[in-house]
């Protein structure tokens, strides 16, 4: 994955929403076109995350002279092809606001750019994929990280998180304090026994898959083979 260049006249459709002829530069040039693999991609899995039928951006590409026209320093995100600045609509139309935006991303994961209210804009996004976790509000500055979490810029409760797995062997399944049958059994967990989930598929060994889980308070490994996420 990295970011690729595309003529000026190029129409490839990147992904099922989103044209390279979306991103190209504002300034009216017909220069090239940068954009990173991983944007549209996260994109994509955004609009599901929010139910969102449409996204529009209003910001792709800069060449540095444009970037430095609204405001930039001709060298950021947006030159590079990392990021672009966007809006979405729902299925009845509606736009969706960017404090919305921000936390699914945060939701699903993205701890690269995230530019809530991006221009001072309630409804605009600043999305990137450039290797730095950013997390700003741009109503007060484009550079200046806010946050760490928006769930505590917002001061909302973040929701749970954790997994669990479910042992549904009728004889019940034999832990480990490792992974394989190397290590001696440990601990039976009964069957229907619901145990936090830490890592599904940590590691492989003797023909099976092995889960990294919480049972009565301990780290504990075993056989994903007889267990279901719940």
């Not at 490839?12 to 044209?19: A, G, I």
Request: hydrophobic share 25%; proline share 3%; charged share 25%.
């Amino acid at each position: 994955m990295s970011v690729k260049t595309y003529k000026y006249t190029d129409k490839t459709q990147l992904t099922e929403h989103f044209n390279v002829q979306e991103f190209k530069c504002k300034c009216g040039k017909a220069h090239d076109i940068k954009i990173d693999d991983k944007l549209c991609p996260t994109l994509e899995k955004l609009m599901i995350k929010v139910g969102a039928k449409v996204g529009n951006i209003s910001s792709g590409y800069r060449c540095p002279k444009h970037d430095k026209a609204v405001g930039g320093n001709g060298t950021g995100s947006h030159v590079q092809g990392y990021a672009c600045d966007i809006t979405f609509k729902d299925t009845n139309g509606k736009t969706i606001p960017s404090k919305e935006i921000a936390l699914r991303l945060e939701d699903l994961g993205h701890k690269k750019g995230i530019g809530y209210r991006c221009g001072g804009n309630a409804n605009y996004t600043h999305i990137d994929t450039k290797n730095r976790k950013w997390y700003g509000d741009e109503k007060y500055s484009n550079t200046k990280e806010c946050c760490k979490s928006f769930y505590e810029y917002f001061n909302i409760p973040k929701p749970d998180t954790k997994k669990f797995v479910q042992i549904t062997a009728n004889s019940g399944v034999w832990c480990r304090k490792g992974i394989g049958f190397n290590y001696k059994k440990y601990k039976l967990i009964p069957h229907l026994t619901i145990c936090e989930l830490l890592k599904k598929n940590v590691g492989k060994s003797n023909g099976y898959k092995w889960d990294k889980v919480i049972y009565n308070g301990e780290v504990v490994y075993l056989p994903n083979n007889w267990n279901k996420l719940v």
